[in-house]
């Protein structure tokens, strides 16, 4: 339970960190709330040479409206995205998804930018941030680029992020009229990581057409993704619990499930289904204005 | 764990064949392949480094090549041991003429302890699917120049006007 050695590096602003991580490319491991690169640190499973602690770095925390959007520093805590009374208020799917996250040492300890980078395939954020169509803004000593959440995630544990890059904020657009969002999830019961995740995003129309929806699955395969299928019957219909009952049947769609010993590749692929009718339900009902809590 | 699929190769069975049981393009195309030295017929040591992501270990162990059928089929036996745990296994492979191609299907099961299997056991059929699609990618790439040839050569003859992709 006692780590590798490495070198420990704590710089006070973020460029000195970027500058660090330049120089050490993917021999560097960031550190964030620690509750992912820790625990392998202390079973020697990553034996990074370099360990670059984010914990002084000022001005990288914090939840507020830019330019019509809501932006999130990469060092954000899952209890303060939990909490927060403006994410509340313009895009409660977030919070609720911080709030399904492990227990609340880890939410008060982990970070929105660290459970992003680390890319666990059983993260929650990882649905919100598709069924939001966020866009995740990464930083380098040279540059700074924006990348879209669809394409940020590209397999398990393993992200666009190049070496020597840092993540620093994440964006999400404020919800707009009768739209509603929720997350649905099936915890592990020991970790409390995601068997399966969904989250769903929808927009209602004159006639109670569904004008827009999106749903992210996390926790079935390597990475998370877009059940495009389930959006696909869903989209320009008129809702009722019928249709998304028949869309949800598709949430597994052309994805091989993960098997372990908590859930195998049928148990996985059925509780997608299962999932993904609750939330759609949920954020129906949230869209319809006859449930007061999420997007 | 079971691991079994299908890819298309370029390449005819036979090419393919050779890449699998040539030690030194095997090695190329092994993902994180340190070394892999004779052992015996059709036996290797190998070391390799598996890793995903910051997750990453060292594994010393054997491979071995039974049941060959060239160019048709054949069993790999597989063992190794490393910091992170130890995992051993087998995997029936087989090889079928698609069209310009090879169709290699595979079919394994693999047995994974130590501290990787008991806190990694939520990641290592992720982990495992990575490593095979890494495996098959650098094979293509591998065999692609030689197919490339070997179709040049039969279309030459007229034998097949089909056109790569």
Same mark, same amino acid.
């Given at each position: 339970m006692i780590p590798a050695p490495f070198e420990y590096h704590a710089p006070r602003t973020l460029e000195e960190a970027l500058r660090l991580m330049e120089r050490h490319g993917d021999e560097a491991k960031l550190l964030a709330g620690g509750h992912s690169l820790l625990p392998l640190m202390k079973l020697r499973l990553a034996m990074p040479r370099y360990v670059v602690d984010l914990g002084r770095l000022k001005g990288l925390s914090y939840i507020r409206e830019e330019n019509g959007k809501i932006a999130i520093g990469a060092l954000t805590t899952h209890a303060e995205i939990e909490h927060s009374s403006l994410l509340a208020a313009k895009c409660p799917l977030l919070s609720e998804t911080a709030a399904e996250i492990g227990d609340v040492q880890v939410r008060n300890r982990g970070t929105l930018g660290g459970s992003l980078a680390h890319a666990d395939p059983a993260a929650d954020y990882p649905a919100a941030l598709l069924a939001l169509d966020a866009e995740i803004v990464v930083a380098s000593t040279a540059d700074a680029r924006t990348i879209l959440a669809r394409d940020f995630f590209v397999d398990m544990m393993t992200t666009q992020l190049r070496p020597g890059e840092i993540l620093t904020q994440v964006r999400v657009s404020p919800r707009g009229s009768r739209t509603g969002g929720a997350y649905a999830k099936l915890h592990q019961p020991a970790s409390g990581f995601a068997i399966v995740g969904v989250a769903a995003r929808l927009t209602l129309g004159k006639?109670?057409?569904?004008e827009q929806v999106a749903v992210g699955v996390t926790g079935l395969g390597p990475k998370p993704f877009r059940a495009a299928a389930v959006e696909r019957a869903l989209a320009g219909k008129s809702a009722s619990p019928k249709l998304i009952a028949d869309a949800a049947r598709? &949430? &597994?769609?052309?994805i091989e499930p993960l098997s372990d010993l908590h859930a195998s590749r049928d148990y996985r692929r059925e509780m997608a289904v299962v999932f993904a009718r609750r939330a759609l339900g949920r954020a129906l009902a949230r869209a319809a204005g006859r449930d007061k809590a999420g997007t | 764990m079971n691991l079994s699929g299908a890819v298309t190769l370029p390449g005819t069975p036979a090419q393919v064949w050779e890449l699998l049981t040539d030690a030194q393009r095997l090695a190329r195309v092994l993902p994180g392949c340190e070394r892999l030295d004779p052992d015996g017929p059709h036996r290797y040591k190998a070391v390799v480094k598996f890793g995903v992501a910051a997750i990453s270990g060292k594994y010393a162990g054997s491979l071995e090549f039974l049941q060959l059928k060239p160019p048709h089929s054949l069993t790999l036996q597989f063992d190794g041991r490393g910091l992170p745990g130890f995992v051993h296994g087998q995997a029936r492979i087989e090889l079928l003429r698609k069209g310009p191609g090879t169709e290699l299907r595979y079919s394994g099961e693999a047995q994974i302890g130590g501290i990787i299997a008991t806190v990694g056991q939520r990641l290592l059929e992720a982990a495992a699917r990575k490593i095979v699609q890494q495996f098959f990618a650098a094979a293509a790439a591998e065999l692609e120049p030689t197919a490339a040839t070997e179709n040049g050569r039969a279309s030459s003859r007229g034998v097949s006007k089909r056109r790569q992709g």
């Open positions: 006639g109670n057409k569904i598709h &949430a &597994a769609d052309g | -």
